[in-house]
């Protein structure tokens, strides 16, 4: 019969779990200590105010070449939260995403931190997946203040009521409420794309600002190209085609062929960046 103490399996079991959650939770400290991620942060929970404030100011916002959602605001608060998504969605968001992938990889390099990281026994591939983890958990943690901030001021300014969808149906406050869950994260998987773009460029420079500016050019020019009707035939292979994919969760029943398109562009758009940065960084000579 076995002597070893009670405590035996006791004092393996941390031990096993900080082999598989240290590195994230190692990653997320360094990120959530920078003054960035805080304006960031804040900058997520103050824009339903201010959409909220500017509707009930104006008192009109029938017009409707605003924004989606945006000219329902000023009767129920419960579209706040999905017309601060409009409005962010086009730049701000692909902004915040570049930032924050952009910095994984070459910000730790412009620290010096990088070499001392990658002198400890970690696969270049885990550490790249962690980045990218924690990337998007940073921009989740930024969406659900948003959602949050946007229910709270939406009720502060207009009150919370059942929600007509775009064909016309009325849901329930929960049901209207899951459908703005899904159309959040629905955004969250476009911004994965930017992440990763970031992510590679951040494999490829030593500089975060070098990242960043390069994976916003990325996408302002994908932007700018499927703008033209010359280029539709590029349209379905690109992920800013697929961004406003969120508005047939308000379909009545959901339209879901366009939504599974829109995320499978994604993952392609994920994925592909992220192998590729992969390849980049597992050869590359650190030398900072």
Not at 40 to 68: C, E, K, N, Q, T
Request: glycine share 10%; proline share 5%.
């Amino acid at each position: 019969m076995s002597t070893l103490p009670a405590s035996a399996h006791g004092s393996t079991a941390p031990e096993m779990r900080g082999h598989a959650w240290g590195p994230l939770r190692r990653e997320w400290t360094k990120l959530i200590f920078q003054r960035r991620s805080y304006l960031i942060w804040a900058g997520a929970a103050v824009i339903p105010f201010l959409v909220s404030l500017a509707i009930r100011l104006s008192h009109d916002h029938s017009g409707g070449g605003g924004p989606a959602f945006l000219d329902r605001v000023l009767g129920n608060g419960m579209y706040v939260p999905l017309a601060a998504l409009a409005l962010l969605i086009p730049f701000m968001l692909p902004l915040a995403a570049a930032m924050v992938g952009g910095y994984m990889v070459s910000g730790e390099a412009e620290l010096g931190t990088l070499r001392i990281v990658l002198l400890h026994p970690v696969k270049r591939g885990s550490l790249l997946l962690t980045k990218w983890c924690v990337a998007m958990l940073y921009l989740a943690f930024g969406a659900l203040l948003m959602l949050a901030s946007g229910l709270i001021f939406g009720a502060a300014f207009f009150g919370l009521h059942p929600m007509v969808t775009l064909s016309g149906s009325t849901v329930s406050l929960a049901h209207g409420l899951g459908l703005t869950l899904f159309v959040y994260l629905y955004g969250l998987a476009a911004m994965a794309c930017v992440v990763s773009l970031a992510m590679l460029f951040s494999t490829i420079t030593d500089s975060s600002l070098t990242a960043l500016i390069a994976a916003i050019v990325v996408y302002i020019t994908l932007q700018v190209i499927i703008s033209f009707s010359y280029f539709d035939w590029l349209r379905p292979w690109v992920f800013p085609t697929y961004f406003e994919g969120y508005l047939n969760f308000f379909r009545d029943p959901v339209d879901w062929a366009p939504i599974v398109k829109g995320l499978e562009a994604f993952a392609g758009w994920s994925v592909g960046p992220m192998l590729a940065a992969y390849i980049l960084f597992r050869r590359k000579d650190v030398l900072s």
